[in-house]
């Protein structure tokens, strides 16, 4: 489901609410109930990534649910995903936005990224996992990371989570970035057609499974996309950057011709707010998403792996006031 689906959806019910608005100012001026009049709805920016992944797809889907039960009217944007949309919460320039855990966790600890500028940031969600794809082609002759020395490769788009954290995996492996490979910083859509085209020999995406844009590459005639395991470089990762990453693994047969599971480096995507976000809108949205989850998983399957348990069970940044509220009264207490 894509772009053009959700916009038509937002203007297609910012248009009912506009008539609606129309015609209660019509009864005001027919001597009708003044009270009629004031009925204009929050508007709610959510900030997601690139098109070719899984934050804009899922984000237009929660735009959806809180368009229609959230009591807001909602829009999914297009970003750079993590580092950039930390920025724009952090600036009130975003409402709420999809963060990679890592990200998120320097966001509001002024590390990383942020190093020296906290930003005032707090947790609604654990929403799924991100889980590290590392792409190349056969006869790249590529079997590990380390075999990346020479090669050109995509990095992740500039102020993505997935460059932050594919550099880390370039650190653990023993590669510098900027001297033993020839980079690029493209998103999920640039990377699989630069690498099909033959532009660059391999590149990072850390996202939910299955991308659409690496479900195209590998189901393309006359490609034989190959995946590499790297949880062997976890280990590292968690030594200098702290406990947010984990082993899971990319299922065989998610993607056309991989027969073999592939264990990699996760994390878990956060849906995080401002620290001034209105409680009651806060709450709202957790209702909006929670209670409507299989609409949600219509749109993308990566929300069949969204529920409260694991959405409650971040103790990297504490939660806003309306998620705390929201997840007590389903029987789980977070930090805030």
Same mark, same amino acid.
């Given at each position: 489901?894509?772009?053009?689906?959700?916009?038509?959806?937002? =203007?297609?019910?910012?248009?009912?609410?506009?008539? @609606?608005?129309?015609?209660?100012?019509?009864?005001?001026?027919?001597?009708?109930?003044?009270?009629?009049?004031?009925?204009?709805?929050?508007?709610?920016?959510?900030?997601?990534?690139?098109?070719? /992944?899984?934050?804009?797809?899922?984000?237009?889907?929660?735009?959806?649910?809180? %368009?229609? &039960?959230?009591?807001?009217?909602?829009?999914?944007?297009? %970003?750079? !995903?993590?580092?950039?949309?930390?920025?724009?919460?952090?600036?009130? @320039? !975003?409402?709420?936005?999809?963060?990679?855990?890592?990200?998120? #966790?320097?966001?509001?600890?002024?590390? /990383?990224?942020?190093?020296?500028?906290?930003?005032?940031?707090?947790?609604?969600?654990?929403? &799924?996992?991100?889980?590290?794809?590392?792409? +190349?082609?056969?006869?790249?002759?590529?079997?590990?990371?380390?075999?990346?020395?020479?090669?050109?490769?995509?990095?992740?788009?500039?102020?993505?989570? +997935?460059? $932050?954290?594919?550099?880390?995996?370039?650190?653990?492996?023993?590669?510098?970035?900027?001297?033993?490979?020839?980079?690029?910083?493209?998103? !999920?859509?640039?990377?699989?057609?630069?690498?099909?085209?033959?532009?660059?020999?391999?590149?990072?995406?850390?996202?939910? $499974?299955?991308?659409?844009?690496?479900?195209?590459?590998?189901?393309?005639?006359?490609?034989?996309?190959?995946?590499?395991?790297?949880?062997?470089?976890?280990? @590292?990762?968690?030594?200098? #950057?702290?406990?947010?990453? #984990? @082993?899971?693994?990319?299922?065989?047969? $998610?993607? +056309?011709?991989?027969?073999?599971?592939?264990? $990699?480096?996760?994390?878990?995507?956060?849906?995080?707010?401002?620290?001034?976000?209105?409680?009651?809108?806060? #709450?709202?949205?957790?209702?909006?998403?929670?209670?409507?989850?299989?609409?949600?998983?219509?749109?993308?399957?990566?929300?069949?792996?969204?529920?409260?348990?694991?959405?409650?069970?971040?103790?990297?940044?504490?939660?806003?006031?309306?998620? =705390?509220?929201?997840?007590?009264?389903?029987?789980?207490?977070?930090?805030?």
């Amino acid at each position: 489901m894509g772009k053009e689906h959700f916009l038509k959806e937002a =203007q297609g019910l910012a248009r009912r609410d506009f008539l @609606k608005v129309a015609v209660a100012g019509g009864a005001l001026l027919l001597g009708g109930s003044p009270h009629l009049f004031a009925q204009e709805r929050k508007r709610v920016s959510v900030v997601t990534g690139g098109m070719g /992944g899984v934050y804009f797809v899922m984000g237009g889907g929660i735009a959806s649910l809180i %368009t229609k &039960y959230g009591g807001a009217e909602a829009a999914a944007e297009v %970003t750079a !995903a993590s580092v950039d949309n930390c920025k724009l919460i952090g600036a009130k @320039k !975003a409402d709420i936005g999809f963060v990679m855990g890592d990200t998120g #966790y320097d966001a509001f600890k002024g590390t /990383g990224n942020f190093k020296g500028k906290p930003l005032p940031m707090r947790m609604l969600t654990v929403l &799924y996992p991100n889980l590290m794809h590392v792409v +190349t082609l056969e006869g790249k002759g590529i079997k590990k990371v380390a075999d990346f020395k020479g090669k050109r490769v995509s990095t992740g788009a500039p102020g993505s989570g +997935t460059e $932050v954290k594919a550099l880390r995996v370039l650190d653990a492996a023993g590669i510098d970035p900027d001297k033993d490979i020839k980079k690029d910083r493209l998103g !999920a859509s640039e990377s699989a057609g630069a690498l099909k085209d033959g532009k660059i020999d391999a590149f990072f995406w850390d996202g939910g $499974v299955p991308t659409s844009s690496i479900l195209d590459l590998a189901a393309s005639p006359g490609v034989k996309m190959v995946l590499i395991a790297h949880d062997d470089l976890i280990p @590292k990762m968690v030594q200098k #950057y702290g406990p947010v990453y #984990y @082993k899971s693994v990319i299922p065989k047969g $998610v993607y +056309t011709g991989i027969s073999h599971d592939t264990p $990699v480096a996760t994390v878990g995507n956060f849906l995080m707010c401002h620290q001034e976000m209105d409680e009651k809108l806060a #709450y709202n949205i957790m209702k909006a998403i929670f209670d409507h989850l299989p609409e949600l998983a219509a749109i993308h399957k990566e929300a069949l792996n969204i529920n409260p348990k694991d959405g409650s069970s971040s103790k990297a940044v504490p939660y806003h006031k309306g998620a =705390q509220k929201f997840f007590k009264e389903k029987g789980f207490d977070v930090p805030v």
